[in-house]
T-cell receptor, first 116, second 115 residues
Framework: DTAVSQTPKYLVTQMGNDKSIKCEQN?????MYWYKQDSKKFLKIMFS???????INETVPNRFSPKSPDKAHLNLHINSLELGDSAVYFC???????????????FGPGTRLTVL | AQSVTQLGSHVSVSEGALVLLRCNYS??????LFWYVQYPNQGLQLLLK??????LVKGINGFEAEFKKSETSFHLTKPSAHMSDAAEYFC?????????????FGTGTRLQVTL
């Protein structure tokens, strides 16, 4: 069984459209994350949710809106897509919201978003 | 703020040769340190981590890393490279126990293994 899954794997869309990416984890973790990997492979955290509550919100345009219907799911909705949004978006989860010796993050396979 | 620097965006070794991927961190207190591997078109997989205790950490696939506080380094090594080790490797840092679990990544090092 896949621990952290994301859909879709690939997403190609036009500028100005609105799209969503879904993430689900079956690890029973409380905390979930969204990371963005740009064309140079640089990874940066965007958001983190703990048990449906937003706890980390890095400097991300407000066109990006995460939503967590329950602690096993974290979706990312993007409005008015721009060329610069093209990237691979990774979802991750960890047992708790706090760093700890046994609180490593598990990553999903990524969603490659291409904005034309 | 914590950060990591990976020296060398691209490293090429021959199959059977030593692999050395460099990572230096910047933090006011010793952080937690991680190495992740990303195979082509896949997600990130944890190779190993340093939190407390022994400074030489063994991970999966024969990789190991040594935490050196005096050098603020956490270099990744493998005695003998295999073709299957070709991938992108990321060093990452997080705060210690009690701080937010947020990973800050280095810029990555692409490992190429040649025959």
């Amino acid at each position: 069984d896949t621990a952290v899954s994301q859909t879709p794997k690939y997403l190609v869309t036009q500028m100005g459209n609105d799209k969503s990416i879904k993430c689900e984890q079956n690890l029973g973790h409380d905390t979930m994350y969204w990371y963005k990997q740009d064309s140079k492979k640089f990874l940066k955290i965007m958001f983190s949710y703990n048990n449906k509550e937003l706890i980390i919100n890095e400097t991300v345009p407000n066109r990006f809106s995460p939503k967590s219907p329950d602690k096993a799911h974290l979706n990312l909705h993007i409005n008015s897509l721009e060329l610069g949004d093209s990237a691979v978006y990774f979802c991750a989860s960890s047992r708790t919201r706090l760093a700890g010796a046994y609180n490593e993050q598990f990553f999903g396979p990524g969603t490659r978003l291409t904005v034309l | 703020a914590q950060s990591v620097t990976q020296l060398g965006s691209h490293v090429s070794v021959s199959e059977g040769a030593l692999v050395l991927l460099r990572c230096n961190y910047s933090s006011s207190v010793p952080p937690y340190l991680f190495w992740y591997v990303q195979y082509p078109n896949q997600g990130l997989q944890l190779l190993l981590k340093y939190t407390t205790g022994a400074t030489l950490v063994k991970g999966i696939n024969g990789f190991e890393a040594e935490f050196k506080k005096s050098e603020t380094s956490f270099h990744l090594t493998k005695p003998s490279a295999h073709m299957s080790d070709a991938a992108e490797y990321f060093c990452a840092v997080s705060g210690r126990t009690g701080t937010a679990s947020k990973l800050t990544f280095g810029t990555g090092t692409r490992l190429q293994v040649t025959l």
